[in-house]
């Protein structure tokens, strides 16, 4: 079973609201990621977490905080976001985050408008 | 100069035809590479890695040119499912872990 799970599919915020993104995976993966995608434009990473710890922030604005609860679970908390924010973020997962050879797995994503 | 160059596209083919996608990347320090596949509104789907002695998996074919530092991907026999958009992929080292670093993508449409 290759697969990541993304909750929700869609998601309308106004720029005051707070609001999380769910990512979940059964494959026993120790590195998990956060990416984000404009339309037109490739995916972007924005975090990196190995082994539930937070490894890459690919500087990403503090409005973005993101937690690591178990090893299956990624949530993105989202709070006063702007407009430019909205983009389809992608979860994705691998192995591990070392090994060269690894494939990443990607999520259905979630497609955030920011109002 | 973007990292991982890839032509945008479109190119528009015909079922049946044969298309080659080409990737430059500039790091000579990338280790791994791979062609992903992204439909209109859904996550990149891994559709092979690529080795240095070329790979095939039925209709698809990649070849890596480390000295050149290239990277392609044939399709022969277009089927319309064919339609999307093809991401170049290399992998390096970045801040002690593994990175991937995405071409912009070349978009494929395979007519009637």
């Known amino acids: 079973d290759t697969e990541v799970t993304q909750t929700p599919k869609h998601l309308v915020m106004g720029m005051t609201n707070k609001k999380s993104l769910k990512c979940e995976q059964h494959m026993g993966h120790r590195a998990m990621y956060w990416y984000k995608q404009k339309a037109k434009k490739p995916p972007e990473l924005m975090f990196v977490?190995?082994?539930?710890?937070?490894?890459i922030n690919e500087s990403v604005p503090s409005r973005f905080s993101p937690e690591c609860p178990n090893s299956s679970l990624l949530n993105l908390h989202l709070h006063a976001l702007q407009p430019e924010d909205s983009a389809l973020y992608l979860c994705a997962s691998s192995l591990s985050s070392g090994l060269y050879q690894e494939t990443q797995y990607f999520g259905p994503g979630t497609r955030l408008l920011v109002l | 100069r973007k990292e991982v160059e890839q032509d945008p596209g479109p190119f528009n083919v015909p079922e049946g035809a044969t298309v080659a996608f080409n990737c430059t990347y500039s790091?000579?320090?990338?280790?791994?590479f791979f062609w992903y596949r992204q439909d209109c509104r859904k996550e990149p789907k891994l559709l092979m890695s690529v080795y240095s002695s070329g790979n095939e998996d039925g209709r698809f074919t990649a070849q890596l040119n480390r000295a050149s530092q290239y990277i392609s991907l044939l399709i022969r026999d277009s089927k319309l499912s064919d339609s999307a958009t093809y991401l170049c992929?290399?992998?390096?080292?970045?801040?002690?872990?593994?990175?991937?670093?995405f071409g912009a993508g070349t978009r494929l449409a395979v007519h009637p």
């Open positions: 977490y190995s082994y539930e710890k937070l490894s």
């Open positions: 790091n000579s320090a990338s280790q791994s």
């Open positions: 992929v290399v992998k390096r080292l970045s801040g002690g872990y593994n990175k991937l670093i």
